[in-house]
Structure formats: structure tokens, C-alpha cells
């Protein structure tokens, strides 16, 4: 794995930070004005475990250039 894999990934995890903070305004302005959010919350939710599985990824890729440093 390379600098550009780490690149990548950072970029995709702060993407999808910026994504939830948007989802969350969302949710709290349907609740607001007494919207059904549901469907806005199962998006959240969604995000949520997208960024939990890049964070991972983010980990491997780290873990990976450990590995390839100690050769």
C-alpha cells in the first residue's frame, strides 16, 4: 500500500464526516418541523457505519505499510 492508498482513504473518511454533519442538520430540521425522519435517520445510520468501515480500511492500509517498513 502506498501514500496515495492513505490519501485516498482520509479523503474518503473526511467526505463522509462533512456527509453526516449535512444528514444530521437533515434529521434535525425534519424533527423540527415535525417531519417524518425516518428514512433521513436510516441515512444517518448508513453514513455512520460507512465511516466506521473506512476508519477500518484506514487502519489495514497503516498496517500494511508498517509490514512493508519492517522488510
Not at 456527509?19 to 444517518?44: C, P, W, Y
Amino acid at each position: 500500500m502506498t501514500n496515495e492508498a492513505l490519501a485516498q482513504v482520509e479523503r474518503l473518511i473526511a467526505d463522509c464526516k462533512n456527509r453526516i454533519e449535512r444528514q444530521r442538520e437533515v434529521v434535525a430540521n425534519g424533527f423540527q418541523k415535525g417531519h417524518d425522519t425516518d428514512i433521513a435517520i436510516s441515512m444517518l445510520r448508513a453514513l455512520e457505519v460507512s465511516l466506521s468501515a473506512f476508519e477500518k480500511h484506514r487502519q489495514f492500509v497503516l498496517d500494511q505499510q508498517k509490514t512493508a517498513d519492517r522488510r
